[in-house]
């Protein structure tokens, strides 16, 4: 009987071509599920790369990548090929209360068609997990390409993001306060310099927001990008000249008359209402435009608020966007804050995977003061940690986890008291991928 010998470790910097080539992305095969994506602004489902990456493609990316000290690959190797590939990516997350967490980012997937169902992802992730606690993350985070797969590891939902379109002849907004400051378009070298001095500020205040990877906006162009056009830039400045609001949009081609006259808003943020209100004012009245399409929203837009018919904006597409994991639950649950003053006692029903968050921990909140220690006293529930790491970011409902059967309570007005400590308002909102 032939026995197949398996390791699983980070790759050499001579084995990262094998190493990419086990990513479906660099083979040319499709790495989303094929289904309109809520972060996709087309009419069409987002089309996945097709063409495999070229020698010297995958030359560049590991010479990047071996010197991106934030950038941890770990692979799969029988008998000496890379059959399987992932890897985590350090970023810190922002929280509840304003804190930042150091956050494993897991993303670059695969496990080639030939070697699947032997267990490898489930030892990539558990390499994984202890890396990242070794590197004091006590959180990891991805992007599910499929929703039933990374369920088994302890991840759940954390943040979601729509695609809306809203009609332009319906988007009369509401009367305001005349806005003292003023809106300019830009061009790409200047939007490169505006966007990452608006998001740390709205990073800053919004949980569930990443650093941005190095790079993040250099590609932006002012160059063509097929029949869709240029992107196009748009800036709000205060009364005192300051960048507080930018936008990226294009006025896609279309072929249909069902899709002609779009205007998609593929980002955009602001630093205060006034900037908000403005920059969307332009967007949803630009001249031979029918309809405005945004997608990766949060599902709370204030837009929505300020609209005369708050109907017209309709939530077309709407998916997970990222899913978390507690890979420390004391660590973690002291490193955000809580609004009310409360304590809960709770048993943690991990996985195996990380074996030192089963047991009861008693969490204590009261003003900026947190702790979460190991306890003998009775749980008043017991929660999975995919529910768990759902709940950390404030954005989930305990109700709903408790009618699941992730969360069992013990005691009386616990569930109650649970909401109370987890969930925020704004909902979290993570506004790109990795």
Avoid at 320 to 339: E, G, I, K, M
């Amino acid at each position: 009987m032939f026995v197949m010998v398996a390791q699983v470790r980070p790759p050499q910097r001579d084995e990262m071509n094998a190493y990419y080539r086990a990513l479906p992305f660099a083979s040319g095969l499709p790495q989303w599920e094929p289904a309109d994506a809520a972060w996709h602004g087309g009419a069409e489902p987002w089309p996945p790369q097709r063409t495999p990456a070229t020698a010297e493609q995958l030359e560049e990316w590991a010479e990047a990548d071996v010197q991106d000290e934030s950038f941890h690959p770990i692979a799969t190797f029988a008998d000496g090929a890379c059959v399987g590939a992932s890897a985590a990516i350090s970023f810190d997350v922002t929280v509840p209360g304003g804190g930042t967490v150091k956050t494993a980012g897991v993303t670059s997937t695969g496990v080639i068609a030939t070697h699947r169902r032997r267990g490898y992802l489930r030892r990539m992730m558990q390499a994984m997990f202890e890396a990242a606690l070794d590197r004091g993350e006590p959180l990891a985070m991805l992007s599910a390409s499929e929703g039933s797969i990374y369920g088994r590891f302890g991840f759940s939902p954390a943040t979601y993001r729509t695609r809306w379109e809203l009609a332009r002849h319906e988007a009369a907004l509401l009367p305001a306060a005349p806005d003292p400051g003023s809106l300019e378009l830009v061009d790409a070298a200047q939007a490169k310099q505006f966007w990452p001095v608006v998001h740390a500020k709205v990073r800053a205040n919004r949980v569930g927001e990443l650093t941005p990877l190095p790079g993040r906006w250099d590609r932006l162009s002012d160059g063509a990008d097929g029949t869709n056009g240029p992107l196009r830039y748009l800036a709000h400045r205060d009364q005192h000249g300051e960048v507080d609001g930018i936008a990226n949009f294009r006025l896609p081609w279309s072929s249909t008359a069902v899709n002609a006259g779009t205007l998609v808003v593929e980002a955009l943020e602001a630093t205060n209402p006034t900037a908000y209100r403005a920059l969307w004012s332009l967007m949803v009245d630009f001249d031979l435009t029918k309809t405005i399409v945004a997608p990766g929203r949060p599902r709370d837009e204030p837009l929505r608020w300020m609209l005369a018919n708050p109907r017209a904006m309709r939530i077309t597409r709407q998916s997970d966007n990222l899913w978390a994991r507690l890979l420390d639950v004391p660590r973690a649950l002291t490193q955000r804050s809580y609004d009310t003053a409360g304590e809960v006692a709770f048993t943690v029903d991990d996985d195996q995977m990380c074996p030192a968050n089963n047991r009861t921990w008693l969490l204590r909140a009261g003003g900026t003061s947190v702790t979460c220690v190991a306890t003998d006293q009775q749980a008043d529930l017991t929660i999975t940690i995919s529910a768990l790491s759902s709940l950390y970011f404030g954005g989930m409902s305990a109700h709903d986890l408790t009618y699941a059967g992730r969360i069992t309570p013990h005691a009386d007005g616990v569930i109650a008291q649970l909401t109370r400590l987890f969930r925020i308002d704004p909902e979290p909102h993570n506004s790109f991928g990795f």
